[in-house]
T-cell receptor, first 115, second 114 residues
Framework: DAGVIQSPRHEVTEMGQEVTLRCKLI?????LFWYRQTMMRGLELLIY????????DSGMPEDRFSAKMPNASFSTLKIQPSEPRDSAVYFC?????????????FGPGTRLTVL | GDSVTQMEGPVTLSEEAFLTINCTYT??????LFWHVQYPGEGLQLLLK?????DKGSNKGFEATYRKETTSFHLEKGSVQVSDSAVYFC?????????????FGEGTQLTVNP
């Protein structure tokens, strides 16, 4: 199994530009999580999907951020317009169900730099 | 709300030293507890987990015991290696409407010197 796949691995963009981060879940998994990691705030959950439905988006910073699951195996996180404070490493993770005992499998992350 | 508190880092040890990284939690439900490890430039990997009180999770020589009475899940290893140098994150998941979402501690940077 290839594990969780994220693209791009690195993204450098200018303030105001649109950024799209992509994630492919592990086959058979039905829960998808987007996290953001910064030095100041550590690891934060942005949004959580179960069976393609957003369950909890309370961590999404503001309207500039949006996330979708167009199908059961793929998700996008979009930032429009981007700002320097969005610079962070963004991880997606998947798990096989919504149970609290589940193991989450993390992708390698996308390092975003907004100039 | 739910939260996890880890001992402050960074922690620097010599090879073969004993390691303890403290972790305490507060949770509204009955959580599952996890330790994840992040090697430089990589994503997080599950190191071990425990899903009920008094359970001991173990992997690669690391251990942690779920202590409900002290709301703790301290990570230990009897003899660390240089290859254990990484950032360690304690986390919890409470289930219910929160599903398997993880709440993380701040992370503890471990450096092991030869």
């Amino acid at each position: 199994d290839a594990g969780v796949i994220q693209s791009p691995r690195h993204e450098v963009t200018e303030m105001g530009q649109e950024v799209t981060l992509r994630c492919k879940l592990i086959s058979g998994h039905n829960s998808l999580f987007w996290y953001r990691q910064t030095m100041m705030r550590g690891l934060e959950l942005l949004i959580y999907f179960n069976n393609n439905v957003p369950i909890d988006d309370s961590g999404m910073p503001e309207d500039r951020f949006s996330a979708k699951m167009p199908n059961a195996s793929f998700s996008t996180l979009k930032i429009q317009p981007s700002e320097p404070r969005d610079s962070a490493v963004y991880f997606c993770a998947s798990s096989s169900s919504g149970a609290s005992t589940d193991t989450q499998y993390f992708g390698p992350g996308t390092r975003l730099t907004v100039l | 709300g739910d939260s996890v508190t880890q001992m402050e880092g960074p922690v620097t040890l010599s090879e073969e030293a004993f390691l303890t990284i403290n972790c305490t939690y507060t949770a509204t439900g009955y959580p599952s507890l996890f330790w994840h490890v992040q090697y430089p430039g990589e994503g997080l990997q599950l190191l071990l987990k425990a899903t009920k009180a008094d359970d001991k999770g173990s992997n690669k020589g690391f251990e942690a015991t779920y202590r409900k009475e002290t709301t703790s899940f301290h990570l230990e290893k009897g003899s660390v290696q240089v290859s254990d140098s990484a950032v360690y994150f304690c986390a919890l998941s409470v289930g219910g409407t929160s599903g398997s979402r993880l709440t993380f501690g701040e992370g503890t940077q471990l450096t092991v010197n030869p």
